[in-house]
């Protein structure tokens, strides 16, 4: 521990306070908590989705996924990007039209049933568990590295920092730090990689040669197959990255903070662009890591490789670039698990106390402290399980939450937007059918089960072979959500045409 790091931290935890304390102050309305009253900007929106995106997964995972496996490591970041395209081209309009603080709000425009909503709260809360627990295995990893201090100490300390942000400033609060977060991200991603295409003379085509010579791995580094070697589990990887951000309830929540559906589409331009950038540039993290600071430093730090990035900062810039880097780190993971908590918050709030059990006769000031209180239950419950995920790579964990979300969100998104015969029935049914085959097969899996001890939450031998099910799930989502509608007796034309008219227009009546 420097004088240094102690000033970065500082910095950072001083300024996200006084954030949060000018956002307090305007927050005093549900719209204000849950969505910061519909008021950003589309570039102010589309830096908080970048900042809200680009979490402990995409700075800590996948620089450490690339060092340690090269190409295979690569998957992760154009699976990430690419999912925007599915985003901006089928869901964001539709989406911001229909909604109005969650998910659930807007498959219940077209169904207004109990047991619809029930089942996408319930969906969010999942989803909003698994990414919780990644960026706080992340955030632990980090703070461990550079205080030395106890892992469940480290976990603690940014549990409550999150949990003071969505009490007190809401989304706006929530957003502001998302977005001063993305550019003080992007800056030291720009640094590191200057640094590191200097170190091979600012030619790439050098670059490429050398990381053929500088890992145990050899040529193998910079070709697939190094970590996945199985097709079937590489697609399914890859399934889950690239459809999953459509069904993400914490990026989804983003497009209710902006007043119509055009701002929301240039969110998502502005966003891509961003999200983009970095993630062609964790090509130079991942490769310098691997060549400046080695395997074993990078797995002795953390078996997961989670520390790569910091690792790297140290071996170029010293102390100083560590500390700002390690800050901007642990910035990025407060502005992610602040809107996980928010958005987990609203399910349990908004969806299950308010539209529920109160069946929308709630006054303002009480669903504000039942979101105060939900948000407090979700922070406590994510790092209770988080203590007991240290060694998983925080990338991957995301990409289990990447699972569930495209199993059993994004095919009842699509149908409700556009199949005419879908009904209450398809979505209860299709939601659940995604929920339960991605939970059950993640639980079979090599990331529970593993013949060799400690790598694996138990020792035994996995009964589904592949890390991540989306290639299964997904398909049995939509096939759910197909037959429990096809099987039911439920018609409403004249429903869908009004949710057809709304998706594509905005209008309200």
Same mark, same amino acid.
């Given at each position: 521990?420097?004088?240094t790091?102690?000033?970065?931290?500082?910095?950072?935890?001083?300024?996200?306070?006084?954030?949060?304390?000018?956002?307090?102050?305007?927050?005093?309305?549900?719209?204000?908590?849950?969505?910061?009253?519909?008021g950003?900007?589309?570039?102010?929106?589309?830096?908080?989705?970048?900042?809200?995106?680009?979490?402990?997964?995409?700075?800590?995972?996948?620089?450490?996924?690339?060092?340690l496996?090269?190409?295979?490591?690569?998957?992760?970041?154009?699976?990430?990007?690419?999912?925007?395209?599915?985003?901006?081209?089928?869901?964001?309009?539709?989406?911001?039209?229909?909604?109005?603080?969650?998910?659930?709000?807007?498959?219940?425009?077209?169904?207004?049933?109990?047991?619809v909503?029930?089942?996408?709260?319930?969906?969010?809360?999942?989803?909003?568990?698994?990414?919780m627990?990644?960026?706080?295995?992340?955030?632990?990893?980090?703070?461990?590295?550079?205080?030395?201090?106890?892992?469940?100490?480290?976990?603690?300390?940014?549990?409550?920092?999150m949990?003071?942000?969505?009490?007190?400033?809401?989304?706006t609060?929530?957003?502001?730090?998302?977005?001063?977060?993305?550019?003080?991200?992007?800056?030291?991603?720009?640094?590191?990689?200057?640094?590191?295409?200097a170190?091979?003379?600012?030619?790439?085509?050098?670059?490429?040669?050398?990381?053929?010579?500088?890992?145990?791995?050899?040529?193998?580094?910079?070709?697939?197959?190094?970590?996945?070697?199985?097709?079937?589990?590489?697609?399914?990887?890859?399934?889950?990255?690239?459809?999953?951000?459509?069904?993400?309830?914490?990026?989804?929540? %983003?497009?209710?903070?902006?007043?119509?559906?055009?701002?929301?589409?240039?969110?998502?331009?502005?966003?891509?662009?961003?999200?983009?950038?970095?993630?062609?540039?964790?090509?130079?993290?991942?490769?310098?890591?691997?060549?400046?600071?080695?395997?074993?430093?990078?797995?002795?730090?953390?078996?997961?490789?989670?520390?790569?990035?910091?690792?790297?900062?140290?071996?170029?810039?010293?102390?100083?670039?560590?500390?700002?880097?390690?800050?901007?780190?642990?910035?990025?993971?407060?502005?992610?698990?602040?809107?996980?908590?928010?958005?987990?918050?609203?399910?349990?709030?908004?969806?299950?106390?308010?539209?529920?059990?109160?069946?929308?006769?709630?006054?303002?000031?009480?669903?504000?402290?039942?979101?105060?209180?939900?948000?407090?239950?979700?922070?406590?419950?994510?790092i209770?399980?988080?203590?007991?995920?240290?060694?998983?790579?925080v990338?991957?964990?995301?990409?289990?939450?990447?699972?569930?979300?495209?199993?059993?969100?994004?095919?009842?998104?699509?149908?409700?937007?556009?199949w005419?015969?879908?009904?209450?029935?398809?979505?209860?049914?299709?939601?659940?059918?995604?929920?339960?085959?991605?939970?059950?097969?993640?639980?079979?899996?090599p990331?529970?089960?593993?013949?060799?001890?400690?790598?694996?939450?138990?020792?035994?031998?996995?009964i589904?072979?592949?890390?991540?099910?989306?290639?299964?799930?997904?398909?049995?989502?939509?096939?759910?959500?197909?037959?429990?509608?096809?099987?039911?007796?439920?018609?409403?034309? %004249?429903?869908?045409a009004?949710?057809?008219?709304?998706?594509?227009?905005?209008?309200?009546?």
């Amino acid at each position: 521990m420097n004088a240094t790091v102690i000033f970065f931290f500082l910095l950072i935890v001083a300024g996200t306070l006084v954030i949060t304390y000018w956002a307090a102050k305007r927050t005093k309305s549900t719209g204000d908590f849950y969505t910061a009253g519909g008021g950003l900007t589309g570039w102010q929106n589309g830096l908080a989705i970048a900042g809200d995106y680009l979490s402990a997964a995409s700075f800590l995972g996948i620089a450490g996924a690339i060092a340690l496996n090269g190409f295979d490591g690569f998957f992760y970041s154009i699976g990430f990007l690419i999912a925007y395209l599915v985003v901006l081209f089928l869901v964001a309009e539709p989406l911001r039209n229909l909604g109005k603080y969650t998910l659930a709000d807007m498959i219940n425009a077209r169904f207004d049933a109990k047991k619809v909503r029930g089942a996408a709260a319930l969906n969010t809360i999942v989803i909003v568990i698994f990414y919780m627990i990644a960026q706080l295995v992340g955030a632990g990893a980090l703070i461990q590295l550079l205080f030395g201090i106890d892992y469940w100490v480290a976990v603690l300390i940014v549990g409550v920092m999150m949990t003071i942000y969505v009490l007190f400033g809401g989304m706006t609060a929530t957003s502001w730090v998302q977005i001063i977060k993305a550019l003080l991200l992007m800056l030291g991603t720009v640094i590191i990689s200057f640094m590191v295409l200097a170190k091979f003379n600012f030619n790439l085509v050098y670059m490429f040669s050398e990381m053929k010579t500088v890992t145990e791995h050899g040529a193998d580094y910079l070709k697939p197959g190094l970590k996945y070697t199985d097709p079937l589990g590489t697609i399914s990887l890859m399934i889950a990255l690239v459809l999953g951000t459509a069904g993400l309830p914490h990026i989804l929540m %983003r497009f209710f903070t902006v007043k119509d559906a055009k701002t929301a589409r240039s969110s998502v331009i502005t966003a891509t662009w961003v999200v983009g950038i970095f993630y062609v540039l964790t090509v130079f993290l991942g490769f310098g890591a691997a060549a400046f600071v080695g395997s074993k430093a990078i797995t002795s730090a953390n078996t997961a490789g989670n520390m790569a990035a910091p690792l790297l900062a140290e071996a170029l810039g010293g102390d100083f670039l560590l500390s700002f880097v390690s800050a901007v780190a642990f910035a990025t993971i407060l502005a992610v698990v602040a809107g996980l908590v928010l958005s987990g918050a609203s399910a349990f709030a908004h969806d299950v106390y308010g539209q529920i059990i109160k069946k929308g006769k709630i006054s303002d000031r009480d669903q504000m402290l039942a979101a105060k209180y939900a948000s407090f239950g979700v922070s406590v419950f994510s790092i209770i399980l988080a203590l007991f995920a240290q060694n998983l790579n925080v990338a991957f964990l995301v990409s289990l939450a990447f699972c569930v979300a495209a199993s059993a969100n994004l095919p009842v998104i699509l149908y409700t937007i556009y199949w005419k015969r879908f009904n209450t029935s398809g979505a209860v049914t299709g939601m659940l059918t995604g929920l339960i085959v991605s939970l059950v097969l993640v639980i079979l899996s090599p990331n529970v089960f593993s013949p060799v001890p400690g790598e694996a939450m138990f020792v035994g031998d996995p009964i589904f072979p592949f890390t991540n099910p989306a290639l299964f799930s997904v398909p049995l989502g939509f096939l759910g959500g197909y037959l429990g509608t096809v099987l039911s007796k439920e018609r409403d034309p %004249r429903r869908y045409a009004e949710v057809k008219v709304k998706a594509n227009t905005g209008y309200r009546e």
